[in-house]
């Protein structure tokens, strides 16, 4: 039976020089977190306190969580991509079951956890039964499960139970409750992988899949179970995501499953399968949250932390190659006591060296405090939008002029990250800090957080639920998706057909922007909508799902796009028809839009002056921060913008 143990090299190297080598490429995750925690305490002040530490817990136990599931599998050489998509429909599940149908939190919790094993199941049956590739079984329920998670909770987040989201808190104001349940998921996971029958199944199924079979095992169901396992563990995962944002947002988890198995191969497994430990999973999942935090902390670009953590992946998989070429040796799973003492001797001399070390470079951040400038957090929902960038240009212009260090961090529509993000700045102990929220319910606890530790928090464009914020620099969604609706009918004459292209379901901007506009509509009962299809705020998105709706409706006389994206991709699809025979109102007024307003392709958009957001935002910060007294409400004007009044419009 096969098992992660590789065997050594005779006479590979001696001395002390080779036993050195040994033990960093037997232990290379182990070394690198190391090296990580030693390099952020030197780099930044910041990093080795006890609330970012612990920040760095939280940050890592929803992607340690998930990994654990995932271990299984790639140890039995299979592959999960579905298990973002798992957690978040199991976390819609419980919060649509214990609110919208009145479920007992505890039948809600046990479907939830059900819901996620069905989903491992139907994987490891299209697997195994199907004889479907795991890629390719596990991107469709990908698809499925998010699909259903839309479906459930409508594009708009549940708000989450109070008895499940305790699972959120702390225990004694300081322990947080979701590392305890890391821990927990960790201690089941090494103790399956080492102690059980299905434990040693998966090594042999990864080992050699025909041998396995030809030694009497039955490998079809083995393989039930395993992806089970996995479907078990994203469904807890998506409970404590959950329970963080205090709300189950049917977008959550996006794009985890590459975390969850990049953390699996940075902990020292093969994706050819045979290897792989709860430990070394555990390691790889604190390595990506160091990174993200650190880096969050020097303020780096969002941008170049995407490429940095790219890199570290590619690195651990050649770091895998090197050791098995090196003949090192991975602890088996169930080893004997010998090696599991040895191991268990590398992590204390570590640790002990990590300790020494850290505390050493802590030093050198013994007067940091003093004379430090302002500095400012500002947490954008995505940057990967104009309107969005225009608004962190004109923060840093405004930051420029008064003297301030601002921090800028991307979100990517990500509340989790966000929230990440928020809980970052807090141990900063920055002087305030500017949120963009993803969603207004997600942002609420890390809010919470911050008013905590009496930071001034200021909501840009969206508000903040259940927090409080110093104030709220905003121009009205709803209220511009009303001029848009009114724009667009008195255009067309007050009668005609038309069709919506939303934003990106759940998200607050395509709900207010969508509710603006149909309230609107009802002043012009001779407009028809046709049609309203997503198109997730993206140009690429408007320019095809406006060219699949023109096959179906080919005589429409107007398109409203709930941002001016979307309405540059509707542009593209209409051709010679845009501007003419077709009206297109798109919204917020960026420069591309503004473009297209002066050439007449595009009839008009609903302006919010982002770049004046972003000034004014970073302004009320600073007066926060000082104890001067900030308006609750500070309100930019929306405009119309057409071709007639386009000259003298500024962004």
């Keep these: 039976m096969a098992t992660d143990t590789l065997k050594s090299k005779p006479g590979a190297q001696g001395g002390a020089t080779g036993g050195l080598r040994r033990l960093l490429l037997d232990n290379g995750a182990l070394t690198a977190l190391i090296v990580l925690v030693v390099a952020m305490s030197a780099l930044s002040g910041d990093f080795l306190t006890a609330d970012n530490l612990l920040n760095v817990g939280v940050q890592a136990a929803v992607t340690a969580i998930l990994a654990f599931g995932v271990t299984f599998v790639i140890v039995s050489a299979g592959i999960d991509l579905s298990v973002g998509s798992v957690a978040a429909l199991s976390a819609t ?19 939830s956890v059900a819901t996620g094993i069905a989903c491992g199941l139907v994987n490891g049956f299209l697997i195994s039964y199907g004889k479907l590739p795991p890629f390719i079984a596990t991107l469709a329920m990908l698809s499925v499960g998010r699909g259903l998670s839309l479906v459930i909770s409508q594009g708009s987040p549940i708000a989450f139970p109070d008895s499940v989201s305790h699972l959120g808190d702390t225990l004694g104001g300081w322990l947080p409750v979701p590392v305890l349940v890391m821990i ?123 490429v940095v953590i790219g890199v570290v992946i590619a690195l651990a998989v050649l770091l895998d190659t090197l050791r098995r070429k090196a003949g090192a040796t991975t602890p088996a799973a169930g080893a004997g006591g010998g090696g599991r003492g040895k191991q268990a001797l590398t992590y204390v001399i570590a640790a002990v060296v990590a300790v020494a070390v850290v505390g050493a470079t802590s030093l050198l951040h013994n007067d940091s405090s003093a004379g430090k400038t302002r500095k400012v957090g500002l947490s954008l929902s995505t940057l990967n939008n104009p309107f969005f960038v225009q608004i962190r240009d004109g923060a840093e212009e405004q930051a420029k002029k008064l003297g301030v260090d601002l921090t800028v961090t991307d979100a990517q529509n990500d509340a989790s990250q966000q929230a990440n993000q928020l809980q970052n700045f807090t141990s900063e102990g920055l002087s305030s800090i500017i949120v963009n929220p993803v969603d207004s319910d997600a942002a609420s606890p890390s809010v919470r957080s911050a008013n905590k530790d009496d930071i001034p928090v200021i909501a840009v464009d969206r508000g903040v639920n259940d927090a409080k914020t110093a104030a709220l620099v905003a121009s009205d969604n709803v209220e511009g998706g009303e001029l848009g609706a009114k724009a667009l009918a ?45 198109a997730d705020f993206d140009r690429t998105k408007g320019l095809d799902v406006m060219t699949n709706l023109l096959q179906a409706h080919p005589d429409i006389d107007g398109v409203f796009a ?27 007024g960026t420069p591309d839009g503004l473009k297209a307003v002066r050439e007449g392709t595009l009839f008009a958009s609903v302006a919010q002056q982002p770049k004046e957001l972003g000034r004014i935002a970073v302004e009320n910060a600073l007066r926060a921060a000082d104890g001067k007294k900030v308006e609750k409400m500070v309100k930019v004007p929306v405009k119309v913008v057409t071709k007639e009044n386009v000259a003298g419009f500024e962004g």
């Design 562 to 588: 709930e941002n001016d994206e979307m309405a540059l991709g509707a542009i593209k699809a209409l051709g010679s028809k845009a501007g003419k025979s077709v009206q297109v109102v798109g919204f917020d």
């Design 93 to 111: 599940v419980l919060a649509w079951s214990a609110t919208e149908a009145g479920m007992p939190v505890v039948l809600a919790v046990l479907l």
């Design 184 to 306: 927990v998921m960790g201690l089941i996971t090494a103790f399956v992988l080492g102690r059980t029958y299905i434990g040693r199944s998966m090594y042999a199924i990864g080992g050699n899949e025909e041998a396995a079979r030809l030694s009497g095992l039955r490998v079809k169901r083995q393989k039930l179970a395993i992806y089970a396992f996995s479907g078990l563990f994203a469904a807890a995962a998506g409970i404590v995501l959950a329970s963080r944002l205090s709300s189950a947002q049917p977008q959550a988890a996006q794009g985890y499953e590459l975390d969850a198995i990049a953390a699996v191969v940075i902990g020292g497994a093969s994706l050819a399968g045979g290897t792989g430990k709860a430990s070394g999973t555990l390691i790889g999942a604190l390595i990506l949250a160091v990174l993200r935090n650190g880096l969050n902390l020097l303020s780096v670009s969002a941008f170049w932390q995407q």
């Design 490 to 534: 008195e255009k067309l004459g007050g009668k005609g057909t038309i069709v919506i292209l939303q934003g990106q379901a759940g998200t607050s901007a395509s709900r207010e922007r969508g509710a603006g506009f149909a309230a609107g509509l009802k002043e012009y009962p001779g407009i028809e909508v046709v049609a309203k299809q997503p």
